[in-house]
C-alpha cells in the first residue's frame, strides 16, 4: 500500500462512522439494522383481531324506534321532491350620506338564496317575500338537480309571502296544505329547506308555541325548536302526513354579533294564512286584507290610573275619517275591549284579528267609554296600502320635509340584515341628529312603529314617513336585551295654515 492510500484511508473511516452515527440519529436504530443488512424490511407480523358480528340490540328490542325510523325516512322521500332552493340576483340602489349631509346613490349587485315549495300542479311555489324582494332574476333547483327560472305572480309583503311560478314543462309534485288550526303543542314537525345553500336539508322537532307576534301588523306565527338557518326562509314546517302547516320565516338571534346561527327558536308563518294569502293572489293578484280604520296603543299603568279602568283591551289613539270605525261610531280614547266576541289583551290581538276578517263582515265590537260599556257594529272593509287615517296624521301636522332631509335629521345610518334575520343593523349615528345619544352603533332596529324592518329600504320608507309628522317608535336588540325607543318628531314648517288642534283632535 503507497504513501498516499494510508493517508486516506483514516479519513475514510471516520467519514464512514460520521455518516453512520448522523444516519442513526435521523431514522433510529432500525435504519441502521437496514443500512449494514442490506436495505432488506423486517417482514411485518400480522396481528390476531376479531371484529364483532352482532349489533348491540336486534331490530325486535327496539320495534317502536324501528318504525319510527322507517317512518321518518319514508316521511322524507315523500316531501324533498317538492321542495325548491331559490337562488336570486339583481342590483339595489343604495342611499349614502356624505360629509355635507348631501344624499349619493349607487347601484349595489345583490345575491341571494331560500327555500320554497310547490304547491300546485302548475308548477305555483311559495317562498317568502324577503327571499325575492327587489331581484331581478329568479331561478329554482329542483330536487332532481335541473333548474328553471322562475317569474314572481304576486306578494304579500305583511305576511313575508311570495307566489312564483316555474317556467318549465316539467311534471310538478305539490304538496298539500294541512289544516293549522289543528296544530298543538309539542307535535312533532319536520323544517325542509336549503340552509346556507347546502341543498334538501331536513330538521325535527316539536312546536314550541302556538302564537308568537314579532310585530302588531303580522300575524300569529309558529314557535318550533326544528332547526332553522339562513336558507330556510321560504321551505315548508310540515306535520306527520308531509302536509303543509307552516312557512318557515325568521330565527330569533340575541345578538347577531355574537351567533348568526340557530338559537332553538325559529318562527314560521301559519298554513292557513298562506294558503289564504296564496288564493287572493292566484284569483286577484293581490292580498285581501281586513280593515278597521284604527291607531290604537297597549294600556299602561299611568293612562289606566288617569282613567280609572283595570279591565282588558287597548285604547285608540285615531280613528280613519271615512273608515269603518268612524263609521260604526269608535272614538278616540274607546277602550276596545272584545272583538267579534274575542276579548282584547293588546293592540296586536286586535290587529290579527281585523286581518283575518272577511271583507263585508259586520263584526261587533264591545268599547269602554267613560265609565259605560258600549256594543258597536263595524262592516269591515279592504285594507289599503295608505289609509285615510295616515294621509290625515301627516296633513295634520303641517309641511314636511323631502324624505333624504328627514333622515338627514334622524341620523341613523344602517346596513342589510342577513339572510333569514329581522331587522337592520346601525352602522353610524350623524352627529346633532335627534338620534345621537339614544340610538348608538351596532344597535338591531327590528321594527319602527311597531311595523318589522327586514332591509335598509324599509326601514328608510318608515323613517322618513313617520318622523316628519309624529313620535317615532324603535324596537331594538341591544347586548341580548329588547328595548324601546322613541324620538320625538322633528320640528315642522309651517305651512301658514291654522294647524291649531281643535277641540275634537285633543
Do not use: C
Not at 267579534?340 to 281585523?354: H, K, N, R
Request: charged share 25%; net charge negative.
Amino acid at each position: 500500500m503507497n504513501e498516499g492510500i494510508r493517508r486516506l484511508f483514516p479519513l475514510a473511516v471516520v467519514f464512514v462512522a460520521a455518516f453512520a452515527v448522523v444516519y442513526a440519529i435521523r431514522n433510529g436504530p432500525d435504519g441502521l439494522k437496514k443500512l449494514f443488512s442490506g436495505g432488506e424490511t423486517p417482514s411485518h407480523r400480522p396481528e390476531t383481531f376479531t371484529l364483532p358480528e352482532k349489533p348491540p340490540l336486534e331490530l325486535d328490542d327496539v320495534e317502536l324506534l324501528a318504525r319510527l325510523n322507517d317512518e321518518y325516512a319514508r316521511l322524507t322521500d315523500a316531501v324533498v321532491p317538492s321542495v325548491v332552493s331559490i337562488d336570486t340576483s339583481g342590483v339595489r340602489a343604495q342611499r349614502m350620506l356624505d360629509g355635507y349631509g348631501r344624499q349619493l346613490i349607487r347601484p349595489v349587485p345583490t345575491q341571494g338564496q331560500g327555500s320554497g315549495v310547490i304547491v300546485t300542479h302548475e308548477g305555483h311555489v311559495v317562498t317568502n317575500y324577503h327571499v325575492v324582494k327587489g331581484q331581478q332574476q329568479i331561478q329554482v333547483t329542483m330536487h332532481n338537480g335541473q333548474i328553471h327560472p322562475a317569474s314572481l305572480i304576486g306578494s304579500d309583503p305583511l305576511l313575508d309571502i311570495a307566489v312564483l311560478k316555474v317556467e318549465a314543462d316539467v311534471e310538478f309534485q305539490p304538496l298539500k296544505f294541512g289544516d293549522s288550526e289543528l296544530v298543538k303543542r309539542g307535535q312533532i314537525v319536520f323544517a325542509i329547506g336549503n340552509p346556507f345553500g347546502l341543498g334538501e336539508t331536513v330538521t325535527q322537532g316539536i312546536i314550541s308555541a302556538l302564537e308568537r307576534s314579532l310585530s302588531d301588523t303580522q300575524r300569529d306565527l309558529f314557535q318550533t325548536d326544528a332547526a332553522i338557518n339562513p336558507g330556510n326562509s321560504g321551505g315548508p314546517l310540515v306535520n306527520l302526513q308531509g302536509e303543509i302547516i307552516g312557512i318557515n320565516s325568521a330565527i330569533y338571534r340575541p345578538d347577531d354579533r355574537v351567533n348568526s346561527g340557530f338559537q332553538g327558536v325559529g318562527f314560521s308563518i301559519r298554513g292557513n294564512d298562506v294558503k289564504e294569502a296564496l288564493h287572493a293572489i292566484l284569483e286577484r293578484g293581490r292580498p285581501i286584507r281586513g280593515y278597521l280604520g284604527v291607531r290604537m296603543l297597549d294600556l299602561d299603568p299611568r293612562f289606566r290610573q288617569l282613567i280609572g279602568y283595570d279591565g282588558p283591551g287597548a285604547v285608540i289613539v285615531a280613528v280613519g275619517e271615512g273608515s269603518p270605525a268612524e263609521k260604526a261610531g269608535l272614538k278616540p280614547r274607546d277602550i276596545l275591549t272584545r272583538y267579534g266576541g274575542e276579548t282584547i289583551d293588546s293592540m296586536a290581538e286586535i290587529f290579527t284579528l281585523v286581518q283575518r276578517s272577511r271583507v263585508g263582515d259586520k263584526i261587533p265590537i264591545d268599547v269602554w267609554r267613560d265609565g259605560e260599556t258600549l256594543t258597536l257594529e263595524a262592516v269591515i272593509e279592504e285594507a289599503r296600502m295608505e289609509t285615510p287615517t295616515a294621509r290625515k296624521s301627516v296633513k295634520d301636522r303641517g309641511v314636511t320635509a323631502p324624505p333624504e332631509e328627514v333622515l338627514r335629521k334622524v341620523g341613523i345610518l344602517t346596513r342589510d340584515p342577513a339572510p333569514g334575520q329581522l331587522g337592520v343593523t346601525v352602522t353610524e349615528i350623524l352627529p346633532d341628529s335627534i338620534a345621537a345619544g339614544r340610538i348608538i352603533v351596532s344597535d338591531l332596529i327590528t321594527a319602527v312603529n311597531q311595523t318589522p324592518v327586514r332591509s335598509v329600504e324599509e326601514f328608510e320608507r318608515q323613517v322618513a314617513a313617520s318622523a316628519a309628522a309624529q313620535a317615532t317608535s324603535f324596537q331594538i336588540v341591544r347586548n341580548g336585551r329588547t328595548v324601546r325607543v322613541v324620538l320625538q318628531p322633528l320640528p315642522r314648517e309651517e305651512s301658514g295654515e291654522d294647524t291649531t288642534p281643535t277641540q275634537s283632535q285633543r
